[in-house]
Structures are given as structure tokens and as C-alpha cells.
């Protein structure tokens, strides 16, 4: 069945909601759920320049007036639809995305495979 995140309609479009993880694909790290209009996207919550969290002050993860995620650690700007690394020290690189679905408005995080 998946993991029950939030509704879409709990995260205002253009932000981000984060979520602790409850298995091991997070590490403990936890991930964040972008809206973009309809669309949702999912990821840990790990920049691949330190392995640190992107998170600086808990829960924010976006740079509104670019439309991009950004690591408030060093300031790297992530594409919202692909998680890749469009400026700063990682570029090229990308977010680790996880398998989500919406349900109904409800995002779900997809059971990892067996």
C-alpha cells in the first residue's frame, strides 16, 4: 500500500512539506514532498554536496523567488521536477527522488519493492 505523507492540498504550490523517515530507504535523514500545481515530487532530504540535510531551518526547502529547491546550507538550486543540481557546488549532480503517487489528493509514498 504505501505510506500516507499528507494531502496535496496541505502543501501551498511551489513549497515543500518534509516527513521523518519510518524505514530504511531514509537513513534517518526523513524527506520532503514539492507541489508544483496538480503535480507532487518526492525526495530525501540529502544534498549529494556534504550528505547534509537541505533544510537549514527545519521544513524550508525552497527559493520561491527562483521556483527551484535550495540547500540552505551553501545555497545549491535543485530543479523541482528532477532534482537536479542546476547551480552551486554540485552541479550535474542530482536529490535522490522516491516513488510517490496521489491517491485521491492524498500523497503516498510508495512501499519499497519486496
Known amino acids: 500500500m504505501g505510506r500516507i505523507l499528507c494531502q496535496l492540498a496541505d ?20 524527506g520532503f514532498v514539492v507541489r ?14 556534504l550528505h547534509i ?8 526547502f525552497m527559493n520561491k523567488d527562483a521556483g527551484l529547491i535550495q540547500c ?4 545549491a538550486r535543485f530543479e523541482i521536477e528532477t532534482g537536479e543540481c542546476l547551480w552551486g557546488p554540485c552541479r550535474g ?14 500523497v503516498v509514498l510508495e512501499a519499497p519493492p519486496q
Open 93 to 106: 549532480d542530482a536529490l535522490t527522488s522516491l516513488p510517490i503517487r496521489i491517491v485521491n489528493g492524498t
Open 72 to 75: 540552505a546550507n551553501h545555497g
Open 11 to 30: 502543501i501551498v504550490d511551489g513549497d515543500a512539506r518534509a516527513f521523518d523517515s519510518v524505514d530504511g530507504r531514509l537513513n534517518g535523514t526523513g
Open 53 to 60: 540535510t537541505l533544510d537549514f531551518v527545519p521544513g524550508r
Open 36 to 49: 508544483r500545481g496538480t503535480q507532487a515530487y518526492c525526495y530525501v532530504n540529502d544534498c549529494p554536496h
